[in-house]
């Protein structure tokens, strides 16, 4: 069973920067497509940033130039370098995993996160 931890999360000013981790353990996740996602009080949960097995990247409109998805497979960790943040990207970050061959479609549509591994997640707040 693949278990994922976030860490990074806290409180900026908008303008600022964080950068988010993901540990991955109980399975070699370097042939997994691996991906960002987050959930703003009263809204559903949406794709951020997702990294392929060969560290191909894909990007939501919204944070297209600003975020940055990475990752060390020495390591087993993902991460996602936030720059610029605005208050509209508060919300809990979560650290995904999935067998999918198609990272654009899985950030964009829920029906694929069934079988998806999930961390626990992040608190991100932005204030103005």
């Known amino acids: 069973q693949m278990q994922l931890v976030e860490s990074g999360g806290g409180s900026v000013q908008a303008g600022g920067s964080l950068r988010l981790s993901c540990v991955v353990s109980g399975y070699t996740y370097s042939s997994y497509c691996m991906g960002w996602f987050r959930q703003a009080p009263g809204k559903e949960r949406e794709g951020v940033a997702a990294?392929?097995?060969?560290?191909?990247?894909s990007y939501v409109d919204s944070v297209k130039g600003r975020f940055t998805i990475s990752k060390d497979n020495a390591k087993n960790t993902l991460y996602l370098q936030m720059d610029s943040l605005k208050p509209e990207d508060t919300a809990m970050y979560y650290c995904a995993a999935d067998s999918v061959k198609d990272p654009k479609s899985w950030l964009l549509l829920p029906g694929l996160w069934r079988r998806s591994y999930w961390g626990q997640g992040t608190q991100v707040t932005v204030s103005s």
């Open positions: 990294i392929d097995s060969d560290g191909s990247t």
